[in-house]
C-alpha cells in the first residue's frame, strides 16, 4: 500500500508539471533546457527542485526524491535526457517540430561554441549581403 499511495502523490507531482508545460506550450525537450542549469546534459536534484520553484510549483524535499526517484532510471542521482523527454511524451506534452528541433540544434551548437550569433552569421555569410543562402549555410 506504501508503493500505491508513493505511485499516486508521484503521479499527482507529475499531472501539476505537465499543466503548466502545457499551458505555457513549453516541448518535453525546451523543458529539459530549463531545467538543466548548467547545460551538462543531465538534471540535479537543486535542479529539478529549483525548475519547480521556478514554475510556481510547491514541493518539499520528499516530493522531490520521489520525483528523483521515478525519473532516474539509471539511479545515478540525475534525471537523464531520455528519460524525462519519455516520460513527458507520455502525458501528452507535444515535442518538437523539425524546425523547431532544427533551431534548437544550431543555437546550443552556437552556444557551445562561446561564440556570438552575429559572430557565427558573417561566418555563414560569405559574400556580406546580409543573407545566409542555402548554399552558404551548406558549406
Known amino acids: 500500500e506504501v508503493a500505491d499511495s ?4 508521484e ?3 507529475m499531472n501539476r508539471i505537465i499543466i503548466s508545460l ?5 516541448s518535453p525537450q525546451s523543458a529539459f533546457e530549463i ?11 537543486n535542479e529539478l527542485r529549483s525548475a519547480l520553484f521556478n514554475m510556481k510549483i510547491e514541493v518539499n ?8 526517484k521515478s525519473l532516474d532510471v539509471d539511479s545515478e542521482g540525475m534525471i537523464r535526457y531520455k528519460s524525462f523527454i519519455n516520460r513527458l511524451k507520455r502525458y501528452g506534452v507535444r515535442s518538437r517540430t523539425t524546425q523547431e528541433q ?5 543555437t546550443d551548437s552556437i552556444a557551445k561554441l562561446g561564440k556570438g550569433i552575429e559572430e557565427v552569421f558573417t561566418y555563414f555569410d560569405s559574400d556580406g549581403d546580409g543573407i545566409i543562402s542555402r548554399e552558404e549555410f551548406i558549406q
Open 6 to 9: 508513493q505511485y499516486a502523490w
Open 35 to 45: 531545467f538543466d542549469k548548467n547545460r551538462d546534459g543531465r538534471i540535479s536534484k
Open 11 to 13: 503521479q499527482s507531482l
Open 61 to 68: 524535499s520528499e516530493d522531490i526524491d520521489i520525483l528523483m
Open 22 to 26: 502545457k499551458k505555457y506550450k513549453i
Open 102 to 106: 532544427i533551431i534548437f540544434t544550431i
